[in-house]
């Protein structure tokens, strides 16, 4: 039987993601040993022909290098690829944003600046809207298991490098009420694992979230992509599982549209 749609309206989303390093697509497990999965914009172009509803390009060196996201492979998929373009990665200004969206970006990815500077979450809402505004969170499993009898996510930072003290359910909570639209959640215990998501993450954040939350990290075969939708996410965000071709984008929404309400439009390109 089919899923009822959200109260929302909104069917569910089929998000690829491309980590970009030094104007390739990369990925690893847990933001190390990348290997090289080439070009960012002929990567999009082949994800929206196959019917990906969004791309997510996370530009994964420019906050612990401390520069700004580079613009040029932004510009080239912005005139090539018809789909939203969500990117993360060096904004740390309402100008960084703006240069961002200028260069054909739809969405700008927050993380490492909020949570240096929170106040940019509103500054950047309040300037383009909070339909333009993820808080993207990178969540660890603290090392002493549980708080209250029950797991607690560590809030971390510059690609999985640096913990913040902060409670990551805590942080999305804040960052909404700060005007986030959206929270790409991404577990760092699975990134790049194929093993599946922590499910228990997203059902406690998509429970407590007014905003539409995206699952990452972890996502290895069908099932698990079925499964991070049934805790209430409203997109799956995978990586692995499109760069090594386990899967295209077209199986994907085959398999879960016995499940949810998906989008079978493909992708345009030019």
């Known amino acids: 039987m089919r899923a009822t749609i959200e109260p929302t309206g909104l069917t569910r989303r089929i998000i690829p993601c491309l980590d970009v390093a030094s104007g390739r697509v990369v990925k690893g497990v847990q933001f190390k040993n990348l290997t090289d999965h080439g070009d960012p914009t002929e990567a999009a172009g082949r994800y929206a022909a196959e019917g990906a509803d969004e791309i997510v390009f996370l530009d994964i060196t420019a906050a612990p290098e401390r520069r700004d996201t580079d613009l040029d492979w932004v510009r080239r998929t912005a005139e090539q690829v018809f789909i939203p373009l969500s990117v993360g990665g060096g904004v740390r200004s309402v100008d960084d944003g703006r240069k961002l969206l200028l260069a054909g970006a739809d969405k700008l990815g927050i993380n490492t600046a909020a949570v240096a500077e929170p106040e940019l979450l509103t500054r950047l809402a309040e300037r383009f809207g909070?339909?333009?505004?993820?808080?993207?969170?990178?969540?660890?499993?603290?090392?002493?298991?549980?708080?209250?009898?029950?797991?607690?996510?560590?809030?971390?930072?510059?690609?999985?490098?640096?913990?913040?003290?902060?409670?990551?359910?805590?942080?999305?909570?804040?960052?909404?009420?700060?005007?986030?639209?959206?929270?790409?959640?991404?577990?760092?215990?699975s990134d790049g694992t194929k093993e599946g998501y922590d499910l228990e993450l997203l059902r406690r954040a998509s429970a407590l979230s007014p905003a539409p939350v995206i699952?990452?990290?972890?996502?290895?075969?069908?099932?698990?992509?079925?499964?991070?939708?049934?805790?209430?996410?409203?997109?799956?965000?995978?990586?692995?599982?499109?760069?090594?071709?386990?899967?295209?984008?077209?199986?994907?929404?085959?398999?879960?549209?016995?499940?949810y309400p998906i989008r079978t439009q493909t992708g345009v390109t030019a």
Not at 232 to 243: E, K, Q, R, T
């Open 130 to 189: 909070s339909q333009c505004v993820v808080l993207s969170v990178d969540a660890k499993r603290r090392d002493d298991g549980t708080a209250g009898n029950r797991p607690s996510w560590e809030v971390v930072t510059h690609g999985g490098r640096s913990p913040t003290g902060l409670d990551a359910l805590e942080w999305i909570e804040e960052g909404i009420e700060r005007g986030a639209g959206e929270i790409l959640l991404t577990s760092i215990d």
């Open 215 to 259: 699952a990452s990290g972890g996502a290895g075969t069908l099932e698990h992509l079925g499964d991070a939708l049934d805790t209430g996410a409203a997109a799956v965000l995978a990586a692995s599982i499109f760069h090594q071709s386990t899967y295209s984008v077209g199986t994907v929404k085959e398999y879960l549209d016995r499940r």
